[in-house]
C-alpha cells in the first residue's frame, strides 16, 4: 500500500508540476517551453496520434521529411528525435509500445520500491534510485529509444536479485 501510495503520489506532483509549469518555472527565470521541447512535443504527438496504435515504426518518423518540415516550423530547426523517450514511444511504437513499456515500469518500480521498503542495506534502495532516475531523465531526453547505457540499466534492474528470508 505503500509503494502504491508513493508512486501514485509521484505521478500526481509530476502531472500538477506540469500543468503548473509556467508559473514556477518562470519564477526560477527557466522557460515553459522547456527550450523549444513543448513544441517539438507537440508535433511528436500529432503525428503519434496519426498512427495511434502501431506507430511509424523505430525511429522513422526521423527520416520522414514532412515530419521534419513539420517540426522545423514549429521549432525552428529539424531535430533528430523528441527529447522525450515517451513521446518518441508513442511515436514510433504506438499505444501497444508505450503501454508494454509502462507495464515493464510498473514492474521494476513494484519490485525495486518493494525492495527500497524492506531493505536491511542502505545498497539496496540503489535499484530504485536507478529507476527513478532512468524515467525522470528519459522524460527530457530520448535516452531510452537511442541510448543503450539506459536499455542496459533498465535490464539490469530485472536481473537484480530479491532476497527473501529462509524460515
Do not use: C, K
Not at 508512486?7 to 500543468?19: D, E, Y
Request: glycine residues 8%; aromatic residues 8%.
Amino acid at each position: 500500500a505503500v509503494i502504491a501510495a508513493a508512486g501514485i503520489t509521484a505521478v500526481a506532483v509530476g502531472v500538477v508540476g506540469w500543468s503548473t509549469r509556467s508559473s514556477w518555472l518562470d519564477d526560477l527565470g527557466r522557460r515553459a517551453d522547456l527550450t523549444g521541447r513543448s513544441e517539438l512535443w507537440s508535433v511528436s504527438l500529432d503525428w503519434a496520434w496519426r498512427r495511434p496504435f502501431h506507430g511509424h515504426g523505430y525511429l522513422a518518423a526521423w527520416t520522414d521529411p514532412r515530419f521534419l518540415a513539420d517540426v522545423e516550423a514549429a521549432r525552428g530547426a529539424a531535430l533528430s528525435s523528441a527529447h522525450n523517450a515517451f513521446v518518441d514511444l508513442f511515436l514510433g511504437a504506438g499505444l501497444v509500445g508505450l503501454g508494454l513499456f509502462a507495464v515493464l515500469v510498473a514492474a521494476l518500480y513494484r519490485r525495486t520500491a518493494l525492495a527500497a521498503v524492506t531493505a536491511r542495506h542502505p545498497i539496496d534502495v540503489l535499484p530504485l534510485a536507478v529507476l527513478v532516475f532512468v524515467v525522470v531523465e528519459n522524460l527530457t531526453e530520448t535516452l531510452l529509444v537511442g541510448n543503450q547505457l539506459t536499455v542496459a540499466l533498465l535490464g539490469a534492474l530485472l536481473a537484480v536479485p530479491t532476497r527473501r528470508t529462509v524460515g
